[in-house]
């Protein structure tokens, strides 16, 4: 019988040779009718062609469809072959990037969710999912919502409702998957305490979460399983990328979806993505703004993907300075979601005499919490000082989406 290492090392072989043969194939269309790609890409017949082709950034796209506005050049085919039309969310202060979907291409999306991201979470077709999301134009939860209809699950929207109304729904209709941001699992534990429910007693025994790293973060899992009484999983993907990762019962990472994207990580730890099923709007080599740590160590699991250790460590454009210590707004957060009671927290960051300046705004319900305690185990954590201000109940922004941790203010 072949060791764990070895099963691993022929599958991994396996997958790159599915993934060369998916990347050449979906190339013949894309070199023919994609003037986006074809300015840029020559034919692949092997690895060294592709490790030569170029990076792609986010600031490409949006000059592109700047450019040749509505949706850019980067379309295979005629604009009627499209079926869906979804946009990034804008929240980092950009224009959003719309991206368009043929009906095989968004096929693909939703056979992602079905047999990667709900298998893992053990979601069966016998499971009643609420979708906690408003349903706009932001990608969000809708494939996750196409891919438990393709799983055969009972799909209830919570689009245009008050977390109250959300409460009540998944009370009254015996939700037993929830789907929303980490942040809004938590916003949501504390609206139904206010209404005095306790959603532990509630029939939710699974919740997954995308948008923020949180469901990766041990402190803020544990908040939200504690408030649930449920297991709760992470679930990565951009919506000009696809869905690209999941965690499973092992829980101490995101397995990158291999069968679905070739991944690549730079030699400063960006994730580098090229999907292999989006033909019709693709992405080769993009740059995701994405920190990352990746393990290909057998996982309990028995998954051959190779795996981010610990989930997303943030955004290449989240990272902040304190004293000359380079921190992202998860490790914070990781610190922060130890102490009971924190509702809400935001780190303000201002540059002031050409110093880096930075202090946490925190909400918190707990009559016991310690501010000082809370500097205190930061500065042991991070190795450096953090500033804690308790602001007063509903000062700091909520939302569904994701949430701005950071702020950055003027000089």
């Excluded at 009671?341 to 930075?358: C, L, N, P």
């Excluded at 205190?376 to 939302?399: K, N, Y």
Aim: net charge negative; charged share 25%; hydrophobic share 40%.
């Amino acid at each position: 019988m072949k060791s764990a290492t070895e099963q691993s090392a022929i599958s991994t072989d396996e997958i790159r040779d599915q993934q060369l043969k998916k990347l050449r194939a979906g190339l013949t269309a894309v070199l023919t009718g994609n003037q986006f790609w074809r300015d840029r890409l020559d034919s692949v017949d092997g690895w060294d062609d592709f490790k030569r082709l170029p990076l792609t950034s986010k600031s490409e796209l949006l000059a592109d469809q700047a450019s040749h506005p509505p949706f850019g050049t980067n379309l295979t085919y005629s604009v009627d072959r499209y079926v869906r039309l979804h946009q990034t969310s804008g929240s980092s202060g950009e224009l959003p990037l719309r991206w368009l979907d043929t009906a095989e291409s968004w096929d693909w999306w939703l056979r992602i969710w079905a047999e990667h991201v709900y298998r893992a979470a053990s979601v069966t077709p016998a499971d009643r999912l609420f979708l906690a999301f408003s349903f706009g134009p932001f990608i969000g939860f809708w494939s996750a919502f196409g891919g438990a209809e393709r799983l055969g699950a009972l799909c209830i929207s919570g689009g245009a409702m008050t977390s109250e109304q959300r409460v009540r729904s998944i009370l009254d209709l015996g939700a037993t998957v929830l789907l929303s941001t980490p942040t809004y699992a938590l916003r949501l534990a504390d609206v139904a305490r206010g209404m005095g429910v306790d959603l532990a007693e509630s029939s939710v025994r699974v919740t997954i979460h995308a948008g923020e790293a949180g469901a990766s973060i041990p402190a803020t899992r544990d908040a939200i399983e504690a408030a649930w009484s449920a297991s709760s999983f992470d679930h990565t993907g951009m919506t000009e990328l696809g869905p690209t990762g999941f965690s499973c019962s092992a829980r101490d990472g995101v397995h990158l979806i291999e069968s679905e994207f070739i991944f690549e990580v730079t030699d400063d730890g960006e994730l580098v993505a090229t999907n292999l099923g989006r033909w019709g709007m693709p992405l080769i080599r993009y740059r995701t703004g994405d920190r990352v740590i990746v393990s290909r160590e057998p996982c309990p699991c028995g998954s051959p993907f190779m795996k981010i250790v610990g989930g997303i460590q943030g955004r290449v454009d989240d990272m902040f300075t304190v004293r000359g210590v380079n921190l992202y707004p998860s490790q914070v957060e990781d610190i922060v979601r130890r102490h009971p009671g924190v509702a809400e927290f935001v780190i303000e960051h201002r540059r002031e005499r050409r110093m880096d300046e930075v202090a946490l705004l925190v909400e918190t319900s707990a009559a016991s919490f310690s501010a000082e305690r809370l500097e205190a185990d930061l500065r042991q954590a991070l190795g450096v000082r953090l500033d804690c201000r308790v602001v007063p109940s509903g000062t700091l922004p909520r939302s569904e989406l994701k949430s701005r941790r950071i702020v950055h203010l003027g000089e």
